[in-house]
């Protein structure tokens, strides 16, 4: 029997671990974010109370979820008699809850829950910036505040952004499910591009500016997680396993000063080897599904640079490979980049560097600093100086984070 | 986190109510703080008398000088403020929302300011 200091530890791990899988059950019990949200914050008042005196229930969740559906009913019928409006409601809440209808019965559909939690935050009809503050506050649990100190907004401009994006769900009448097979290609497309977002603002947050703020990498893993657990298609997969691949250099890839390291120049002993392994196995799991896609792509080449041992070592040729598939599967002007950069660290610089001549030429990169970066360190290899100086200059007026120009102005010094 | 919940009011709108309504509009008030209470929510809830009430207080060069009324002429003034505790920022406002002066008057949110002593 846990001792009465014990209790607020032990409901704050059930709160951290089951959080999401309880608001996800309540937002389709009660149909509504708002109301889910009211329950979520009373089913853990109610534990507060009860559980200290009656001892850990069987399944906390599933109580919790309980707990929180019937405080919400009472609370509704005490407001019903000051409105009207909610009568109908309280009526089919109660109707619902106490016609014994399976909704709690059923395991299946407790998971799926959450899957449904996620499809609906991410719902296309949503704005993009949208999706991912409502899919960090609902399914992640962060608050509004962690999620705007994050993205490096204003917490009003979230919380409005959340605010909206629930009231166009509301008027939309979106219903509160898992795609049917002929739509969910599409609609988990738009899932694992919210997971990616979510994953690239934490990767390419300042190391120096990290205090205070949660890390969207490990949400965003986290998130991947989830996904693959209930969902196992082979480009959540593939976006699993890319995202671990690139976590798992993080400790290599700045200096403890917080200067970027090139992938050439890293320490592979301090690559997080668990991760790469786990990586590596669900790019061999994804394989065995029938279809490869963009995130499997840009995850087996991640895992080819895994794979080698030393820099020198590293498999152009498979990589130039990959690349070619990425780039037929999922064409971009940075897709193009990295294959021409990938060709040069095979053939050579002055392969490389027509490519990348053809690429700015055509204006698409214009604004892209990583574009002139390439650039330059072929012209700096190929003993152009003059040129490679002009190329980082013009990178280093583009690029805006402090590590980034920190980075840029000693390759531009390591000129002369 | 803790916010405040500043509730403003055009008076001359409050004062046209009926007895009726505006007994309504107490009792919905109350009703609605006590509901906040017992969620853990409310750390204080007030209701202010009227902007004519006031004395606004400054101290310049030491010297302390009173005026009567609020700082500032502005069509909503300060009518009351809730003390919340919410998980973060849309949880507060959900709560600002229900609270009947919203209907009538409007409702600012803020933060509190976590002042740190050197």
């Known amino acids: ?416 | 986190m803790k916010y405040a919940c500043l509730v403003y009011v055009e008076f001359p709108k409050l004062l046209a109510l009926s007895p009726a309504e505006g007994q309504k509009l107490t009792d919905d008030s109350m009703e609605n703080d006590a509901e906040l209470t017992r969620r853990g929510h409310n750390i204080m809830a007030q209701a202010l008398q009227e902007p004519s009430t006031a004395v606004t207080i400054r101290v310049r060069n030491g010297k302390m000088s009173s005026t009567d009324g609020p700082f500032a002429e502005t069509k909503e003034e300060l009518a009351g403020f809730c003390l919340i505790e919410a998980a973060d920022l849309n949880e507060a406002m959900q709560l600002a929302a229900g609270m009947p002066m919203a209907r009538i008057g409007s409702i600012e949110v803020r933060p509190f300011f976590q002042l740190v002593h050197s």
């Open chain 1, 1 to 416: 029997m846990a001792t009465p200091e014990d209790w607020p530890a032990r409901i704050a791990a059930v709160y951290r671990a089951d959080r999401g899988r309880i608001l996800a059950s309540l937002v389709r019990l009660l149909g509504s974010f708002e109301l889910a949200e009211e329950a979520l914050h009373d089913a853990f008042a109610a534990a507060v109370e009860q559980w200290p005196a009656r001892g850990l229930p069987d399944s906390p969740w599933r109580w919790l979820v309980s707990a929180g559906r019937f405080r919400t009913i009472d609370r509704l019928r005490r407001r019903a008699r000051l409105d009207a409006a909610r009568v109908e409601l309280v009526h089919r809440l109660e109707t619902d809850a106490l016609g014994g209808d399976d909704a709690m019965a059923e395991p299946a559909s407790l998971e799926d829950d959450s899957l449904r939690l996620i499809f609906t935050c991410c719902h296309p009809v949503l704005p993009p910036d949208a999706q991912a503050a409502l899919t960090l506050r609902e399914v992640c649990g962060l608050t509004t505040e962690e999620i705007a100190a994050a993205f490096l907004t204003g917490a009003p401009t979230v919380a409005q952004r959340i605010v909206r994006a629930k009231a166009r769900i509301r008027e939309a009448g979106l219903p509160y499910e898992v795609p049917e097979a002929a739509a969910l290609p599409e609609r988990l497309e738009s899932v694992l591009r919210v997971v990616y977002l979510v994953f690239n603002e934490g990767y390419s947050a300042e190391p120096e500016g990290a205090a205070g703020r949660r890390d969207l990498a490990i949400e965003a893993i986290r998130l991947g997680r989830l996904l693959c657990d209930l969902l196992p298609d082979p480009e959540a997969l593939g976006l699993l396993a890319l995202m671990l691949l690139q976590h798992a250099r993080r400790a290599a890839r700045t200096t403890p000063a917080g200067d970027l390291v090139p992938l050439s120049e890293q320490d592979r002993g301090l690559w997080d080897q668990d991760q790469l392994r786990e990586g590596l196995g669900l790019l061999a799991r994804a394989y065995a599904g029938r279809e490869i896609g963009p995130y499997w792509l840009q995850a087996a080449i991640a895992g080819e640079h895994a794979r080698a041992k030393t820099a020198a070592a590293t498999d152009w040729q498979r990589i130039v490979e990959l690349y070619d598939l990425l780039l037929a599967a999922d064409p971009s002007p940075v897709v193009e980049l990295n294959r021409a950069a990938a060709i040069a660290l095979r053939d050579g610089p002055a392969a490389g560097l027509p490519l990348l001549d053809g690429l700015l030429a055509r204006g698409d990169l214009a604004d892209y600093q990583l574009a002139f970066a390439a650039r330059a360190d072929l012209l700096r290899q190929l003993g152009r100086t003059a040129e490679a100086g002009r190329d980082y200059r013009q990178a280093l007026a583009l690029a805006r984070r402090p590590a980034d120009r920190r980075f840029l102005e000693r390759r531009l010094g390591a000129l002369d």
